[in-house]
């Protein structure tokens, strides 16, 4: 008898210890409990997801985006976005992020206080480690066809130490153009 109230005891401690509380995605928060996680329980970030295309003029840009489950960040958990582009100029790649994924993501993270039709995710070039950056995708589906709008912005530059060279401070890829999807 003794170890069945022992064994009660355990799991009741167990089941008490508390679920990790659940938030949609897109609702408008002051502040992220710690330990949380915000999913994507409507789908809003589905429609972005995937190959993303514009070519003009010999030159490619090419955007893949894929939804990332339970990402940790900071003290909490989320569904976000993350992805990996490429900008080829007349046959010349002039920037390529192919290999890097998950957290090491050049496009990531998703903001929604835009609606469910617009996100903004930050933006990072490894040869510009200087420029601050975010991304603004307007989806839209004319007539069968998905469209993402991209325009790209400068948020902020980070401080040239002393003794660094003089840091390129311009875009390697299209601030604003309209990508197909594939």
């Known amino acids: 008898m003794k170890q069945l109230i022992i064994l009660t005891a355990i799991l009741i401690a167990t089941a008490c210890k508390g679920q990790t509380p659940v938030y949609t995605l897109g609702e408008i928060r002051n502040e992220t409990p710690d330990g949380c996680y915000v999913k994507d329980n409507n789908n809003?970030?589905?429609?972005?997801?995937g190959t993303w295309i514009f070519s003009q003029n010999g030159n490619t840009f090419t955007v893949t985006l894929n939804k990332g489950l339970m990402v940790p960040i900071a003290d909490h958990f989320r569904d976000d976005i993350q992805g990996k582009y490429k900008y080829v100029v007349n046959g010349n790649t002039v920037v390529n992020t192919e290999n890097f994924t998950g957290n090491d993501s050049k496009i990531r993270f998703t903001f929604l206080n835009y609606g469910t039709e617009k996100i903004a995710l930050f933006f990072d070039d490894p040869e510009r480690p200087k420029i601050g950056a975010k991304v603004y995708?307007?989806?839209?589906?004319?007539?069968?066809?998905?469209?993402?709008?991209?325009?790209?912005?400068?948020?902020?530059?980070?401080?040239?130490?002393?003794?660094?060279?003089a840091p390129q401070l311009d875009f390697r890829v299209p601030t604003n153009c309209e990508l197909i999807k594939q």
């Not at 809003?44 to 997801?49: A, D, H, R, V």
């Not at 007539?143 to 902020?156: F, Q």
């Open 44 to 49: 809003i970030l589905n429609k972005f997801t």
């Open 137 to 165: 995708l307007t989806y839209s589906n004319i007539g069968g066809i998905e469209k993402l709008h991209w325009e790209l912005v400068v948020t902020g530059y980070l401080p040239i130490l002393p003794g660094e060279p």
